[in-house]
Every structure is written in C-alpha cells, then in structure tokens.
DNA sequence: ATGATAATAGACCGGTCGGTCAAGTCAAGG
DNA sequence: CCTTGACTTGACCGACCGGTCTATTATCAT
C-alpha cells in the first residue's frame, strides 16, 4: 500500500469525520493530525491549508455519496415516486446509523458547511453550490420522466426538484436540531406534494 | 438612558448581528467588544461567558422576531393561505434587505446556530428547540384554523406545520448557500403545497 | 459626606490557533 | 555509491482565543 496515498486519505477520513460531527471552525489541524495519527509537517506536506483541506473534504464526501446510496436512490430502474422514497429512507438510516454510534446526529455535511462558512468564502460556497446542483438535477431528471410517464401533472421540474431539495435540507436541519432521526420518517414522505407549476 | 442597559444592549445588538452574519465559533468577544465600544471587563460584568452571550442572543432575536414580522404574518385577520404567504415574502424582503447592506445573505440565525453548535451543546439545542417549537404552532394554529374553516382538507396540522418550517428553513439554507434571496420568492409558494396525512 | 455597590478600564493569563521551517529518513534512478 | 526528491519529524512562530484580575470611577441611599 503506497504510505503517500495512505496518509493523505487518513487525513481525509479523519477530517471528513470531525467536520462532519462538530463543525469546520470547531476542529483544529493538531486534533486532525492526532487523529490521523500523523504529524504537522506531513500534514502540510499534502494540504497547502486547512481551508484547502475542508475543500478536499467536500470533493471527497460529495464523490462517495454520488457513488454510493443517491446512486442506489435515483436507480432508473425504480419507479419515480420509489426513488423519492427511498432518499429519505437512505437519509434516514445514515442519520440513525450515526446517532447510534455516536450519540448525535450530525445532520448533512454540505447544508452544515453552507451554512457556516457561504457567508465568508465564496469559493467554498461555490463548491457547495455545484454538490446542491447535482443533487437537484438528480431530482429533475427523476421529475422529468415522471412528468413523461404521465405519472405526474406537468410542472416546474427544475423548480420542484429545487424544492426538493431545500426540504430534504430543511428535515434534516430539523431532525439534527431536535436530534431525532425519527424526524426524516415522518416528514419526509411529504416530499412527493411538493409542487411548483409552470409559470405561463 | 440607563447605562447599564445601553452597554449591555449595545453589546447583545453587536453580538446578535456579528454571529448573524458569520457564526457563532468565528466572532471572538474581544471583537464584538471593540464593535461596542465596550472594554473586556464591562463584558463579563453582563455575561458570564461567550455561550451566556450567544443565549442571550438567541432569546432576544426570538423576542423580536415573535413580535415583529411573526406577529405580523401570523395575523388573525389574515387568511391562513395569506399568512403563509406573508411569511415567505416577509423572509425574503428581510434576507434582501440584509444582502443589499451587507453583500451577503445571513439566513436564519436559529438555523445557523443549530446546525453549528447542536451536536455540542444540548442546552443551546433546547433553547433553538423552543424557538422552533413555537415557530411550529404559530403554522399549526394557523392550518387548524384553515382545515376548521373548511378552507383546507383535514390533515394532521401538527406534522405538516413542522413541514412547513422545515421548508422554510431549507430554502433559507439554500438561498443563502446560492446567496440569492429570489429563491426564497420562487420556492416559496410551494409551502402550500406540503401535506401530511393523518395516520389512520 | 460617606460607605456600599455597580460599572468600567485594561493589563494580563495559559492555552490554542493556523502555519512555518530546518533537519532528517528513505526509496528509487543514475 | 551517490544524488534526488518525496515524505516525515517536531520544535517553533506570532496572533489570537476565552476568561481573570485589580484598580478605578460613577451612582446612589443614608
């Protein structure tokens, strides 16, 4: 195993975790690095920054959950409204899973970053932004073939899928606060009445 | 004027709009000091610690906020579908109003705060649980009145108010993420559109 | 006028922050 | 064997963190 690529990752697992649980500003490089178990200089040696790091975080997590459950969610072999359904079923199970561990909710990562850091760098934010609009086109192109499918009305699908999202954030923030998972099962459903119509 | 309270408001109105603005772990107290004008010693002769601050904090803008635009949408001689409405342009104007100032859109700060600090203080994540918690009634007094009226369907108003504000806050998230108020004037009609069920 | 108390001033504290740097380890390529 | 360059080590930096402390001033009832 190539010990470069090794230490660079357990950095990054280990950083993803804590920004994950607590905040950005909240973690300290000397916390990551002991976590990681490797050293400043190392650390420095792979991120030019901390700000560099949590920049690496995003792309890092944004890549697996693309390739992991909101891959598995918006299966095009499964029915629109199966999709939908199983997003918060996937929310849900991540933010048990993790309350159960942990004993707290950490909620979503990028609405938690969005929300601490879009007012202070723009670059960030902008990353933010581009993970948000994958996720939205994910809705859409559900939405879309819904709407051809005659399983549903015609509407707004970029504008929908736009609030789709914003809910899904919204329960989240919600269930984090109250820091009840249960929270996602029995708000989210409701994500199917959403509707934005064509504005004419 | 009373000094005691000018010094100690001076600091809760500089603190209130510098971790609105930023966030709660990024503001330091000799800088909401030097915003003041107020020295270090002054400080702690009104609050004990930087968490006592940001409690206090967070009740005043609930104060203001129940008696202010809340008030306001949640009128009884509004129209329930009215009100709604009026909440969302009342978000919007408010986060424009900010952003024309300031260049950014700050959000909710009880959204901003619960999202950055709830997995590591349980007593602040009580007290913006209260804040939500009546947020939350003034929705489902409102569709109570609705569904009583004949207005709207029956539906359990409980869970669909916290959907409602669930809702709201993501698309607070959102546009602050995007930093474009028109999000919130584009998103958020669709709050009439959210439903849940009662469970039967 | 005096004594008690509230408020203000600002130096100071240990600790931590993000970040730098010089010195060294080590494996691959010539 | 020697050089090169990626990687690691850990001491070190100034700045700033939240918070404390002593001294001084302003206010007020007696």
């Known amino acids: 195993m190539n010990p470069d690529i090794d230490t660079r990752s357990r950095i990054l697992a280990t950083a993803r975790e804590m920004f994950h649980g607590r905040s950005y500003a909240d973690v300290g490089i000397q916390e990551i690095c002991d976590g990681a178990r490797v050293q400043k200089g190392s650390f420095y040696h792979f991120f030019p920054s901390k700000r560099d790091l949590a920049m690496a975080v995003i792309d890092d997590m944004a890549g697996d959950w693309a390739h992991g459950f909101v891959a598995e969610a918006f299966d095009r072999n499964l029915?629109?409204?199966?999709?939908?359904?199983?997003?918060?079923?996937?929310?849900y199970y991540w933010q048990k899973a993790a309350k159960d561990i942990e004993g707290r909710m950490p909620g979503c990562l990028f609405g938690n970053l969005a929300l601490e850091i879009s007012t202070r760098d723009?670059?960030?934010?902008?990353?933010?932004?581009?993970?948000?609009?994958?996720?939205?086109?994910?809705?859409?192109?559900t939405l879309d073939?819904?709407?051809?499918?005659?399983?549903?009305?015609?509407?707004?699908?970029?504008?929908?899928?736009?609030?789709?999202?914003?809910?899904?954030?919204?329960?989240?923030?919600?269930?984090?606060?109250?820091?009840?998972?249960?929270?996602?099962?029995?708000?989210?459903?409701?994500?199917?009445?959403?509707?934005?119509?064509l504005k004419h």
């Open 79 to 91: 029915l629109p409204v199966e999709r939908l359904d199983y997003m918060i079923d996937a929310a």
């Open 122 to 141: 723009d670059v960030m934010r902008a990353k933010l932004n581009a993970v948000f609009d994958k996720a939205k086109d994910k809705f859409r192109i």
């Open 145 to 197: 073939e819904a709407v051809l499918a005659r399983a549903l009305p015609a509407m707004d699908t970029e504008a929908t899928a736009t609030a789709m999202l914003a809910y899904l954030e919204g329960i989240i923030l919600l269930a984090k606060s109250r820091n009840d998972p249960d929270v996602i099962l029995r708000l989210g459903p409701a994500i199917k009445t959403l509707r934005i119509e």
